[in-house]
Structure formats: structure tokens, C-alpha cells
């Protein structure tokens, strides 16, 4: 088990680190964005794992021959009121595991909490001074000058346009705003970004984790201008993204702010699509990520 719990210690720190960074780096992400966050999500959901199971493993590994053995007899004697006998290096380990999963869950739920509370705040707002708009569901039109548009995500999703949109862009650049949000809600952006929203805060000081909060963010922008760009011509979508680019509050979910230039230049001149093996490599490689410490942690 000692070796297992090396394994996956070795593993957690790589995915954490160099990995993230060098995916964050990597060229191939812009041509299949969709691709790219499902690698995203195996590397957070893999890292937790790896990290939090290697302290697990080697913490009860006097126990027994495996994981599961190990865990039977842990709680076969606690439940005979006895503390189990284990060293003082895999008692700390223990501990190093509890407290990065405290940490963890904790981060995730004060996020998690602090984003529903001022969404739920602005959606109040919102229905207060903002007019629906009745062509399109769940839209509202904010009585602002300035050109704006941004959603909030949620059972009670709301998209949001200043009348500064209406007069700005003509109905085609609208229609691709709208699209464009319409993306962020239907897809659950908000979902796939909390997590590493989450993760970057859970240790600011790991620099491998703030970048893939950064990409995972830019590459949610990039998977709903592919999906705008579906339903309006390039040049009316980077005409409706040149022209709307207001500040958006907090607990909004914006599609306009964040690193505009490169997104401009991806959807005037997009980049080939990876071959179809390559998708599929892809995605093959997501998965393995999330098999390899879920096995080792089984079969250990």
C-alpha cells in the first residue's frame, strides 16, 4: 500500500503543478474547446482523488493488505472502542487528509454560497428596475445606456441587456449577444467554472491551479462563441463583441470581458478542428485520468 499511496501523492502534485500548467500553455485547447474542459475537469476531479487518497492509503496501510481491507478493519475497531494501532507518520498522514478535504469541501461551499447569494441579490435587483422582455425568455432589458450584457446562471436564470445594446448593435448583433448567452445558460458554464474557482482559492500559492481557473474560464467563452457563431456569421459576432464590452457584476456569468482580443482573432480566423482521432484521443484521455487513481485506490 506504501507504494499506491506514493503513486498517487506523485500523481496529485504533477496534476497540480506542471500538468495544469502545461495544459494552461498548450495551443490545441482553442481548436476544441469542449474537449479541453472535460481534460480540465478529469485533472481537478483526478488531482482531489490522487491527493486526498494518498494520504488515506498510506495512513491505513498497517491495517491491512488493501484499501478496503484496511478500512474494514478500522472500523471493526472503533467499533470495539478501540483505536487502531498505527505509527505516528501514518497518523499524520491521516490528518494531512482530513485536513486538505475539510479545506476543499470548505472553499467549494463558502464559493459556492458567497456566488448564489449575490446572484440571488442582483436577480432581486433585477427584477425590480429591469423590464422583461417578451420576444425572449428569461431576458430583461436594464434601462442603462452603456452596452451590456451578461446572464445569471440558476434555476432562475436571467439574461440581461442594457438598452444601450438595443440602440448600439443592429438586430443581427443582437441576435448573436443573445445567442451567445443563451450558450452560458444552456450549457451550465457557471457549474463547470465554480469548481476551479473553488480550487484556485483553495491554495492561491499553486500556481498550476490558478491557471486552470484562468483557462478554464476563457475556454467557456470560446465554446459559447462557437456556438453563437452557429447561429450568426463571424462578422456579426465580432462585431457585436467589439461593441459590448461594459463591465458585468460580480455574480454575473459575462461573455464580453474576458480576453477579447483572442477571442476576436479565434472567430475571424478559426483554427482547423482537431482530426477526429485526436477528439476521441481526447476524451479517451479525460477518462483515463479519473481511472488511474480511482484504480489505484481500489486496488491497493
Known sequence: MEGAALGLLVLGVLLAEPVSRSLARAHWPVRDPVGALLVWQAIGLAGGLALLGSGLVYGLAPLGPGLPEAVD????????????ELGITHVLALLAALVLALRLVGVL???????????????????????????????????????????????????????????????????????HEQAHLRERHDLVVLPFVAW?????????????????????????DDVASGAVTPKQLTGALRRVGGAAPAAALSSFTDALDRRLLRISRPPAPLPTTVRVLVRLAA??????????LLLS
Open 287 to 296: 477518462v483515463c485520468l479519473v481511472a488511474i487513481p480511482t484504480g489505484l
Open 109 to 179: 461551499v463558502v464559493v459556492t454560497a458567497r456566488t448564489l447569494k449575490a446572484r440571488r441579490r442582483h436577480r432581486d435587483l433585477l427584477d425590480l428596475l429591469a423590464t422583461p422582455w417578451p420576444s425572449v425568455p428569461h431576458a430583461q432589458v436594464l434601462d442603462h445606456p452603456v452596452p451590456v450584457a451578461y446572464c445569471l446562471p440558476g434555476l432562475r436564470s436571467r439574461l440581461v441587456v442594457s438598452a444601450g445594446v438595443l440602440d448600439a448593435l443592429d438586430p443581427p448583433a443582437v441576435k448573436a449577444v443573445l445567442a
Open 73 to 84: 478493519e478500522a472500523i471493526d475497531t472503533l467499533a470495539a472502542g478501540r483505536l487502531p
Open 200 to 224: 484556485g482559492a483553495t491554495a492561491p500559492f499553486v500556481r498550476g491551479m490558478v491557471c486552470a481557473q484562468v483557462a478554464v474560464a476563457a475556454l467557456v467563452e470560446m465554446r459559447a
